[in-house]
């Protein structure tokens, strides 16, 4: 089912599978997020809002598969954007190339928690 989601492949898939199990483990698609470490570190206080870098916690061999797979959506996005979601495309204008494949992976991985919450294949968000 996971395999259903741009970006992810067999691979991929399998090991988050065999790694996680059941995503009920997570309250949300952000805590699934954070376990993996791909939302920055939040070293907030006093009401003002500090995001720091991406910690290298974590399970490291799952997050370099999913930053190694939105790397290669990224080249498909460059050659056919219009097929696409604009979010990626604005994103890829905006951010370089690192980042924008962390910041895909990290949606991703919600993505990756919602299919698994539901237990349905993921279906393209059609505009």
Known sequence: ?????????SITASAIVATVGSAAQFRCGRDFSAWLRLTPIN???????RLGRIS?????YIR???VVGMT????????APERFDPWFTELL??????????AM???TARIIW?????????RIRTV
Do not use: F
Not at 1 to 9: A, E, K
Not at 56 to 60: A, L, Q, S, T
Not at 72 to 79: A, D, L
């Open 114 to 122: 919602a299919v698994l919450t539901r237990n349905e294949p993921y």
């Open 1 to 9: 089912m996971l395999q259903t989601i741009p970006g992810i492949g």
């Open 43 to 49: 070293r907030s206080t006093g009401g003002k809002e």
């Open 72 to 79: 290669s959506r990224m080249k498909q996005i460059k050659s």
């Open 93 to 102: 204008e905006r951010k370089p190339a690192k980042l924008a494949a962390v």
């Open 56 to 60: 290298k916690m974590g399970d490291r």
């Open 64 to 66: 370099h598969l999913m």
């Open 105 to 107: 992976a990290n949606k």
